[in-house]
Nanobody
Framework: QVQLVESGGGSVRPGGSLRLSCAAS????????IGWFRQAPGKEREGISCTSKEGGFTYYLDSVKGRFTASRDNAKNAVYLQMSDLKPEDTAVYFCARVRSDRICGLRPDLYDQWGPGTQVTVSS
């Protein structure tokens, strides 16, 4: 079955960095766009990035541009989110997700059909 599993979350001080990973299985990974989302307590799920099938381009949420970099390794069925200059407002559960086969890259949750369970990122001094 389709699985997406995030790892790499944790606690970090403001200005710090973390690298999240997402391991995919159960589908032909290189045929799908993959995105990262986050959800803070009491807030809606927010799209952070969407990466093309071959990894050549990525769309980003404006508030993370220049600080977050998404990438993928199709040989390893994995996507990554390198986060730097982290801020307290980046505190959230972070999810990777697969875009529906008949949709194109975007940051709306309704474009996605498979989600990982999430990994917690906490930014606090």
């Amino acid at each position: 079955q389709v699985q997406l599993v995030e790892s790499g979350g944790g606690s970090v001080r403001p200005g710090g960095s973390l690298r999240l990973s997402c391991a995919a299985s159960g589908f032909t990974f290189e045929l799908f766009y993959i995105g990262w989302f986050r959800q803070a307590p009491g807030k809606e799920r927010e799209g952070i990035s969407c990466t093309s099938k071959e990894g050549g381009f990525t769309y980003y949420l404006d508030s993370v541009k220049g600080r977050f970099t998404a990438s993928r390794d199709n040989a390893k069925n994995a996507v990554y989110l390198q986060m730097s200059d982290l801020k307290p407002e980046d505190t959230a559960v972070y999810f990777c997700a697969r875009v529906r086969s008949d949709r194109i890259c975007g940051l709306r949750p309704d474009l996605y059909d498979q989600w990982g369970p999430g990994t917690q990122v906490t930014v606090s001094s």
